[in-house]
């Protein structure tokens, strides 16, 4: 098991290339999650998504002004989990509707667009793409988001054990 270390950049490279592609090899399409209302594809595809948005290939603005938001990315910093229930400000209306045919399919293009935030977060660390919650961030924080964000979904359908996140309050 990958211990949960958000604050070292080789155990969130080590679970970005390995963890959550290894996780998420045994997921099944009827898997039922711990917590949420995701089904499995939506998961992945949630994840891919997440990926997207660190790269440029998928913009969202930010709604949150910029003094809470410099408050808020201090849980990137905070070795501690994402909560349960935890819902983006972007998803509250709802997932969007499933993109691929069908698991195995989300799941390679999660692993294409992983391997593409590995690459560009090498190629250009310095490029800033916009998050729904933190705003505007570089490879570094974004790889912070992504380790929690993807440990989070792997606890919530099972996938690995390992520490218990958080219930929202």
């Known amino acids: 098991m ?33 917590w949420g209302k995701m089904a499995a594809q939506q998961m992945v595809e949630h994840l891919a998504w997440a990926f997207e948005l660190s790269t440029g290939r998928a913009q969202t603005d930010c709604s949150i002004p910029e003094a809470p938001r410099d408050r808020l990315k201090a849980f990137l910093y905070d070795n501690r989990p994402t909560p349960r229930e935890f819902m983006n400000p972007v998803l509250t209306a709802g997932l969007p509707s499933l993109s691929h045919e069908n698991l195995d399919v989300a799941r390679a293009a999660l692993r294409d667009e992983v391997d593409h935030f590995l690459e560009q977060s090498v190629s250009a660390p310095g490029s800033c793409h916009m998050h729904p919650l933190f705003g505007p961030m570089g490879a570094e924080e974004w790889a912070r988001v992504h380790f929690k964000h ?20």
């Open 2 to 34: 990958i211990p949960f270390d958000v604050n070292d950049a080789k155990v969130r490279e080590t679970f970005l290339r390995h963890g959550l592609p290894n996780g998420l090899a045994t997921l099944q399409e009827n898997a039922q999650p711990r």
């Open 150 to 169: 993807g440990y989070h979904h792997l606890l919530q359908f099972a996938l690995i054990d390992g520490i218990s996140a958080p219930t929202m309050i």
